[in-house]
């Protein structure tokens, strides 16, 4: 027998789990009968047509039996008789039963059709067809020409709907919670959208846990209901932080969220971060515009003081950001963006006053991009400001990032990253310092310190 048979058959002969101080009466009963349990379990796979030699022996330690079994030529499907409603399943027309289903030539695995059998009437149901049942089913074998034919008819009923829709009450307000939903009451119903309003509520961080009941159906109605139970999750959330980095020195990080400030999903977090090179403190508030799942707008702002080795500025922000899921892996944002900034690099003292209108596009595959097995992370950044709008000048810049990660095996990954950036602009020196061009550091050119690479002057 090859491995797959045997494993049944081991599994299907009690005589196998039988110890050696049983009665020889037990053994010899069990001996005995292994020839229908051998049967039983090959023909679960298809082999009909077995012969078995036998042997069993003692000695002063045991027993010992002994099988030669040949399978012989297994069972195909000779003909194939499968329809729902009437309407024959043609090979390969769902995607998740075109590896299971049955076909012509091919061997009968009774394992195989019981879940080709469960798999059909699950996929039924998940559409909303509760009272799906099979009108015939049954397979014929013809032992002597090792044939088979199956008849499986599959009568689906009438299609269920969706029923109300209901939410806990006191966590979010009702038609926010509906947004989360692309589901009607009296729409079909469908088990995918169950599951895509699940995802959508759970990732959302409002929540602690979901469950979404559709019972009791209606039988009359023939409607579905979907009530939805939330518990609320964590409103406020603290974190600090302490430790040291080869461009920063030693740091420290302070930080607060409130993800659910009110009813209306509204959001507001603080951070604060300090260092030998940065001191930064920033606020945003952010809300849900039409589909909290792909819509939201915020208002930032914040201060920072940055002292390298290259330059110096203190800078003052506040913007206003619209971000967008425009697929499943792209996000759109627009915004304007204020800065008041004083700064000095070489020989310059400046200030700049800049009204900032951006477009930023990212893509993020393995979100934990640094705890991922496989992900990329891609960003595009168009942004410029012109001194018709209020800025002390005028720029337009183009920025793209990018990084990529393979895990080779359990031990070794390889990461690629890299950044790319232009500045359409005549004189550099009209720029403050946050809009300029500097790298070196660990994260990026490795060896040289943090921004201390950059365009120079005449005095270099």
């Not at 022996?57 to 099988?67: I, L, N, R, V």
């Not at 009437?121 to 799906?132: E, N, P, R, S």
């Not at 759109?332 to 200030?351: G, K, L, M, P």
């Amino acid at each position: 027998l090859d491995e797959a048979q045997e494993a049944n058959a081991r599994a299907l002969v009690p005589l196998a789990e039988t110890d050696c101080d049983a009665n020889r009466w037990r053994v010899e009963r069990l001996f005995r009968d292994t020839d229908a349990d051998l049967r039983e379990a090959l023909q679960a796979l298809g082999y009909y047509d077995i012969s078995i030699e036998k042997d069993l022996s003692w000695d002063e330690a045991c027993w010992q039996a002994a099988f030669i079994v040949t399978p012989g030529e297994p069972v195909r499907y000779r003909a194939i008789d499968i329809s729902i409603d009437g309407e024959p399943l043609s090979a390969g027309e769902d995607s998740l039963l075109a590896d299971i289903q049955p076909t012509v030539g091919n061997v009968l695995h009774h394992g195989d059709y019981e879940q080709f059998k469960s798999t059909l009437l699950q996929q039924v149901t998940a559409l909303g067809y509760f009272d799906a049942e099979f009108s015939r089913r049954e397979i014929v074998v013809d032992t002597d020409t090792l044939n088979a034919d199956l008849v499986l008819h599959l009568e689906r009923g009438q299609r269920y709907r969706f029923g109300d829709i209901s939410f806990s009450d006191g966590i979010l307000r009702e038609h926010l919670l509906q947004s989360y939903a692309d589901i009607e009451a009296g729409d079909y119903y469908d088990a995918g959208e169950i599951g895509a309003l699940y995802e959508s509520l759970n990732g959302s961080g409002y929540f602690s846990t979901v469950s979404i009941r559709t019972d009791p159906i209606d039988e009359v109605g023939k409607t579905a209901p979907v009530d939805v139970v939330l518990t609320p999750g964590v409103r406020r959330n603290y974190h600090i932080g302490a430790g040291f980095a080869t461009d920063t020195g030693p740091q420290g990080r302070l930080g607060y969220i409130n993800r659910r400030r009110n009813d209306k999903g509204h959001q507001f977090e603080a951070r604060g971060f300090i260092s030998d090179t940065n001191t930064e403190a920033t606020a945003s508030y952010r809300w849900p515009v039409r589909d909290p799942r792909t819509d939201w707008a915020s208002f930032t702002g914040g201060i920072q003081h940055e002292d390298t080795d290259t330059s110096e500025n203190d800078t003052f922000k506040v913007g206003y950001f619209r971000t967008r899921s425009i697929s499943e892996n792209w996000i759109w944002t627009r915004y304007v963006d204020y800065s008041y900034e004083r700064f000095s690099i070489a020989s310059q003292d400046d200030i700049s006053r800049l009204v900032i209108l951006g477009v930023n596009f990212e893509s993020a595959i393995g979100r934990e991009i640094s705890r991922s097995e496989k992900g990329r992370r891609l960003n595009l950044d168009i942004r410029g400001a012109s001194a018709a709008l209020g800025s002390d000048t005028s720029f337009l810049q183009v920025k793209a990032t990018a990084k990529w990660l393979w895990s080779l095996n359990d031990q070794y990954r390889m990461i690629v990253r890299g950044q790319l950036g232009a500045t359409m602009k005549d004189d550099l020196q009209e720029l403050p310092v946050s809009v300029r061009f500097f790298t070196g550091g660990d994260r990026s050119i490795r060896g040289y310190d943090f921004e201390s690479l950059g365009p120079t002057d005449s005095n270099d």
